[in-house]
């Protein structure tokens, strides 16, 4: 399974960017995908995540900025990021697990998409 995560750029503060990640391969279920974001020397950390049901769960610093949604029939996740600030600036990476057809269980990330705010 891969994913192929776009839509990252610049943007001045307060401006918003829509991040994409599709997932493709021998699927045949994914429980969970999710946004995680690392900027430069420090830890990555989970930026918000949705269930196959769609229950979410964001991180405290992007609550009412961020909206997470996903295409279950696209094997698609979305970030819509709103009212950005320059503290966004990382490298955003996407984050999928699930069962895969044939070898089971799978966890995989996205090549990471870098998303710059600028004040």
């Known amino acids: 399974v891969q994913l192929q995560a776009s839509g990252g750029g610049s943007v001045q503060a307060g401006g918003s960017l829509r991040l994409s990640c599709a997932a493709s391969?021998?699927?045949?279920?994914?429980?969970?995908m999710g946004w995680y974001r690392q900027a430069p020397g420090k830890q990555r950390d989970m930026v918000a995540d949705?269930?196959?049901?769609?229950?979410?769960n964001y991180a405290g610093s992007v609550k009412g900025r961020f909206t997470i949604s996903r295409d279950n029939a696209k094997n698609t996740v979305y970030l819509q990021m709103n009212s950005l600030k320059p503290e966004d600036t990382a490298v955003y990476y996407c984050?999928?697990?699930?069962?895969?057809?044939?070898?089971?269980?799978?966890?995989?990330w996205g090549q990471g998409t870098q998303v710059t705010v600028s004040s």
């Open positions: 984050n999928a697990w699930g069962t895969a057809r044939g070898t089971g269980f799978f966890a995989t």
């Open positions: 391969g021998s699927i045949f279920s994914i429980n969970v």
């Open positions: 949705i269930t196959s049901g769609g229950s979410t």
